[in-house]
Nanobody, 123 residues
Framework: VQLQASGGGSVQAGDSLRLSCVDSERTFSNNAVGWFRRGSGTDREFVAAISWNGGSTLYADSVEGRFTISRDRAKNTVYLQMSSMKLEDTSVYYC?????????????????WGQGTQVTVSS
């Protein structure tokens, strides 16, 4: 599995940004996909996840109502639309392919990880 996360950048608080995660080998169509971000130290903090068919989503409390995860199966791409961004959203964001078809908040439920994309929110 080759995951490519992109779309990161520098924005101001209140702005929007969309991240993309592409599986160039077209292998994650039957798996859940999640977005995580670097937390304190080397920990990865759950952000959002989506089921294999897009029918089920999960969000961290900190982004609920502001972020939207979606997937385009034809393009083999998962998106994270981030709106009303806050300073605390600043981090490196990673996409990951789940071990199952249903989404999970647990890092251990994800088998393959992309390289990360930096998001910086300033005031």
């Amino acid at each position: 599995v080759q995951l490519q996360a992109s779309g990161g950048g520098s924005v101001q608080a209140g702005d929007s940004l969309r991240l993309s995660c592409v599986d160039s080998e077209r292998t994650f169509s039957n798996n859940a996909v999640g977005w995580f971000r670097r937390g304190s130290g080397t920990d990865r903090e759950f952000v959002a996840a989506i089921s294999w068919n897009g029918g089920s989503t999960l969000y961290a409390d900190s982004v609920e109502g502001r972020f939207t995860i979606s997937r385009d199966r034809a393009k083999n791409t998962v998106y994270l639309q981030m709106s009303s961004m806050k300073l605390e959203d600043t981090s490196v964001y990673y996409c990951a392919v789940g071990r199952r078809a249903t989404p999970s908040r647990r890092v251990a439920e994800y088998a393959y990880w992309g390289q990360g994309t930096q998001v910086t929110v300033s005031s």
